[in-house]
């Protein structure tokens, strides 16, 4: 069992709740491990898109935020944050390119590429506003980005065009398995390293080597990496957990549920796939997890229900009571919902608008 305060009671479930001192313990606590290791933090906004925490992200140091979309990037530019990386290959033709112009005229702005078509669009869209190009390279997730050996041809092409470059991107989603965190930690860097060196080689002095993931970040060695861009670390979740990079005490994000039938060693509760999210990787355990029963499994999703199966002989939550759920990936949970409640000491304390919800383009 875990030391979780109770929820607050009254609470119209499903909702999804925040522990206010347990998220302020993850913000500093990634501050701070930044500082210590000489690293800039761009936290990615894109798991909580709340205002109030990005704010908190800054106060606390961080150098600007991360983004992946140009809505989003809109969202924090209006509310006042002046530094953002929209940390994806956009591709801005037609609206989205003069979306795009318009923010750089604003905000001090940088945007992903990895092809020189890719760069030839950002060229049409901001030639002569101070925005720059970050090359994207692959470091092991085979998403996006070039190989790392490849970076300098992307970065000429920038340059030739009049696109300004700062240095190289990556994000090392291969980490996200058991058993992954270490060797992806070790690829993540040596990648940015070699593509910092291609562009070197290619004539482009540009020196951003910035990397992701929030498993990744307990592991970050300045050597490779100069800035990190981790999302999830506000808040935590059932996969990180289960990946060994928190544990239930630094789960700030839960969807609180009331337990609406009760069946043998199950329960059913009112959060379904519409709150907690559908996201399962292959090696999760379920499609979430209840931080107080860690020995309980959320063994199928539905839109409205998720039932929850307990093992033989354990004690099941009463019917009629209300139970914390972390969702498997919490970024997908947080972008269904309009608010977040604040708790601090068991008491709701205030609510955050989902500020950026469902600005994905
Ligand atoms: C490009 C990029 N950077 C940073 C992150 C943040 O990593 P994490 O979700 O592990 O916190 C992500 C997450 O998907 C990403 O796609």
């Given at each position: 069992?875990?030391?979780?305060?109770?929820?607050?009671?009254?609470?119209?479930?499903?909702?999804?709740?925040?522990?206010?001192?347990?998220?302020?313990?993850?913000?500093?606590?990634?501050?701070?491990?930044?500082?210590?290791?000489?690293?800039?933090?761009?936290?990615?906004?894109?798991?909580?898109?709340?205002?109030?925490?990005?704010?908190?992200?800054?106060?606390?140091?961080?150098?600007?935020?991360?983004?992946?979309?140009?809505?989003?990037?809109?969202?924090?530019?209006?509310?006042?944050?002046?530094?953002?990386?929209?940390?994806?290959?956009?591709?801005?033709?037609?609206?989205?390119?003069?979306?795009?112009?318009?923010?750089?005229?604003?905000?001090?702005?940088?945007?992903?590429a990895?092809?020189?078509?890719?760069?030839?669009?950002?060229?049409?869209?901001?030639?002569?506003?101070?925005?720059?190009?970050?090359v994207?390279?692959?470091?092991?997730?085979?998403?996006?980005?070039?190989?790392?050996?490849?970076a300098?041809d992307i970065a000429?092409a920038?340059?030739?065009?009049?696109?300004?470059?700062?240095?190289?991107?990556?994000?090392?989603?291969?980490?996200?398995?058991?058993?992954?965190?270490?060797?992806?930690?070790?690829?993540?860097?040596?990648?940015?390293?070699?593509?910092?060196?291609?562009?070197?080689?290619?004539?482009?002095?540009?020196?951003?080597?910035?990397?992701?993931?929030?498993?990744?970040?307990?592991?970050?060695?300045?050597?490779?990496?100069?800035?990190?861009?981790?999302?999830?670390?506000?808040?935590?979740?059932?996969?990180?957990?289960?990946?060994?990079?928190?544990?239930?005490?630094?789960?700030?994000?839960?969807?609180?549920?009331?337990?609406?039938?009760?069946?043998?060693?199950?329960?059913?509760?009112?959060?379904?796939?519409?709150?907690?999210?559908?996201?399962?990787?292959?090696?999760?355990?379920?499609?979430?997890?209840?931080?107080?029963?860690?020995?309980?499994?959320?063994?199928?999703?539905?839109?409205?229900?998720?039932?929850?199966?307990?093992?033989?002989?354990?004690?099941?939550?009463?019917?009629?009571?209300?139970?914390?759920?972390?969702?498997?990936?919490?970024?997908?949970?947080?972008?269904?919902?309009?608010?977040?409640?604040?708790?601090?000491?068991?008491?709701?304390?205030?609510?955050?608008?989902?500020?950026?919800?469902?600005?994905?383009?």
């Open positions: 069992m875990t030391h979780a305060l109770p929820l607050p009671a009254d609470l119209v479930t499903p909702c999804l709740v925040v522990d206010r001192d347990v998220l302020e313990r993850n913000l500093v606590a990634m501050a701070d491990r930044a500082r210590d290791r000489g690293v800039a933090l761009r936290p990615h906004a894109k798991t909580h898109k709340c205002l109030e925490i990005a704010r908190r992200q800054v106060a606390l140091g961080a150098v600007g935020l991360t983004v992946a979309t140009v809505g989003e990037a809109e969202v924090f530019a209006d509310a006042g944050f002046s530094d953002l990386f929209i940390a994806y290959p956009l591709w801005a033709a037609g609206p989205r390119g003069r979306g795009l112009r318009a923010l750089a005229e604003r905000v001090s702005l940088r945007v992903g990895d092809s020189s078509e890719g760069v030839e669009l950002l060229a049409g869209a901001l030639v002569g506003t101070p925005a720059e190009v970050v994207e390279v692959d470091s092991g997730h085979h998403r996006t980005g070039v190989d790392p050996e490849r300098g000429v920038a340059q030739r065009l009049g696109l300004p470059v700062a240095g190289v991107f990556t994000f090392p989603g291969h980490s996200y398995g058991p058993g992954q965190v270490r060797p992806a930690a070790a690829d993540e860097g040596q990648a940015l390293q070699q593509a910092e060196a291609a562009l070197r080689r290619a004539g482009v002095d540009a020196g951003l080597r910035s990397g992701g993931s929030t498993p990744t970040a307990a592991l970050v060695e300045p050597a490779g990496l100069n800035e990190i861009r981790p999302g999830v670390y506000a808040f935590n979740d059932a996969q990180q957990v289960e990946l060994g990079s928190a544990n239930w005490d630094s789960v700030a994000l839960t969807a609180a549920a009331t337990v609406v039938s009760r069946h043998g060693t199950s329960i059913v509760l009112d959060a379904g796939g519409k709150v907690l999210g559908a996201d399962r990787s292959a090696w999760a355990t379920g499609n979430g997890r209840l931080p107080d029963h860690p020995e309980a499994r959320v063994t199928a999703l539905s839109e409205h229900h998720a039932t929850v199966t307990f093992p033989a002989g354990a004690v099941l939550p009463e019917l009629g009571s209300t139970v914390r759920v972390a969702p498997n990936h919490v970024c997908a949970a947080v972008n269904l919902a309009d608010v977040l409640l604040v708790t601090a000491n068991g008491a709701v304390v205030g609510q955050w608008a989902v500020a950026a919800r469902g600005r994905n383009a």
